[in-house]
């Protein structure tokens, strides 16, 4: 059976998000984001043309990065770790994030800005580590790239898990074995943002396969198979490992079946953060 999803966070209310004093009333929200989207995607110009075109589309594109501002869904989490995290596009947009707030260039309409004073991305291509590092290594956050498999890599303890469209490179045990793994990392109150592919809507989720499989191999990559999970056995599984879990429409403007879930980590006995 299909599960049920919210409503749309882009036209959903925001209830208990308050804007706060300190953040500017006149800020546009349209104009914040380009702001936000050129700062990201400046950096990309010292790793070259492919890596700055594909910053800017990636960034301008997906909603899911101006729909997690938006909602506030990166506030308050100091140890962020972006696992799969491709050319680090996230650290960089955190980047200009602090900048913008500091700057008084953050609209009061949107959640409470991201609070990141650490990042760490683990990436398996050893390309895109290079223009992560290539395009960031300037930036006061200093994110730290690790390239390696997920399903081996150490896993620092962190506050922020975010996981956008990697899972289902792995297979169903190892999608098990790394969210167990994620979830000790977390300790207690932290959080995990995992997208994913939802495989109860077919056409969806059969589009985001044929794009996946197409990126692939014109980055001369192995096209592996891939391993998908309706959103309720995500559910399903989050739950079973102490998360609380939403889900929430994410790829508007797409033609994919993509859900963002917010992972919640419940108190469990053990935690020690
Ligand atoms: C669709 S891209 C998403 C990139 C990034 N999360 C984003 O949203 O922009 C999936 C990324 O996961 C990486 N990946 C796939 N399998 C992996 C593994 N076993 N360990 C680490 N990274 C992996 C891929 O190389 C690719 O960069």
């Given at each position: 059976m299909k599960q049920e999803l919210a409503e749309d966070p882009r036209e959903a209310p925001q209830p208990g998000r308050e804007?706060?004093?300190?953040?500017?009333?006149?800020?546009?929200?349209?104009?914040?984001?380009?702001?936000?989207?050129d700062g990201a995607s400046a950096p990309y110009r010292a790793a070259g043309r492919f890596a700055w075109h594909f910053a800017r589309g990636k960034l301008g594109r997906?909603?899911?990065?101006?729909?997690?501002?938006?909602?506030?869904e990166l506030a308050g989490r100091a140890r962020v770790l972006d696992i799969g995290c491709g050319q680090g596009l996230l650290a960089s947009l955190l980047q200009a994030c602090a900048e913008a707030a500091a700057q008084g260039r953050w609209p009061a309409a949107w959640g409470e800005a991201p609070g990141a004073r650490q990042y760490t991305g683990i990436e398996l291509m050893t390309r895109d580590?290079?223009?992560?590092?290539?395009?960031?290594?300037?930036?006061?956050?200093?994110?730290?790239?690790?390239?390696a498999d997920m399903r081996q890599a150490e896993l620092p303890d962190c506050d922020l898990v975010v996981?956008?469209?990697?899972?289902?490179?792995?297979?169903?045990a190892a999608q098990a074995a790394l969210l167990a793994r994620v979830r000790s990392a977390l300790g207690r109150r932290g959080r995990l943002l995992l997208r994913v592919?939802?495989?109860?809507?077919?056409?969806?989720?059969?589009?985001?396969?044929?794009?996946?499989?197409l990126v692939t191999t014109v980055r001369g990559h192995r096209v592996p198979p891939t391993w998908g999970r309706s959103v309720a056995q995500w559910r399903e599984l989050l739950q079973g490992l102490g998360f609380a879990v939403q889900a929430l429409p994410m790829s508007r403007g797409t033609p994919f079946a993509n859900v963002l879930l917010l992972a919640d980590a419940a108190a469990i006995d053990g935690d020690s953060a």
């Open positions: 804007a706060r004093p300190a953040r500017a009333d006149g800020v546009a929200p349209d104009a914040a984001w380009r702001a936000l989207l997906d909603p899911v990065f101006r729909a997690l501002l938006e909602r506030g580590v290079a223009r992560a590092q290539a395009a960031t290594a300037g930036l006061a956050l200093a994110p730290r790239f690790v390239c996981i956008l469209d990697v899972l289902h490179y792995v297979d169903h592919g939802d495989m109860d809507d077919a056409r969806g989720f059969a589009a985001s396969q044929w794009v996946d499989r």
